[in-house]
């Protein structure tokens, strides 16, 4: 899901080691990083990715996917909707 290459080697955005980096999938991720709820600025720019799904736990939670340069897994965890994450809009055909 990935984008290959690293920073390090001047071939990607993606922190070393981008471990199982294929993009196979051709998703295409990039690791943007987010904003925090609380203002206090961007964290994790490089090294990880934040994707909101529409799954949502009340009018103040809602569930992300994550990338990281660590592994090649998905995590899935639930946020305050106050986090700036990236959005992947998606056509229906």
Do not use: H
Not at 35 to 44: I, K, M, R, V
Not at 65 to 79: A, D, K, M, P, Q
């Amino acid at each position: 899901m990935k984008t290959t290459g690293t920073l390090q080697a001047g071939n990607g955005l993606w922190r070393s080691p981008n471990a199982a980096a294929t993009n196979s999938s051709g998703f295409s991720a990039l690791p943007g990083g987010y904003e925090a709820d609380n203002g206090s600025g961007s964290f994790l720019l490089n090294r990880n990715g934040y994707w909101w799904s529409t799954t949502e736990f009340g009018s103040l939670r809602a569930v992300a996917r994550i990338l990281s340069y660590t592994n090649g897994g998905v995590s899935t965890l639930e946020f305050f909707k106050d986090n700036g994450f990236s959005v992947r809009c998606i056509k229906n055909q």
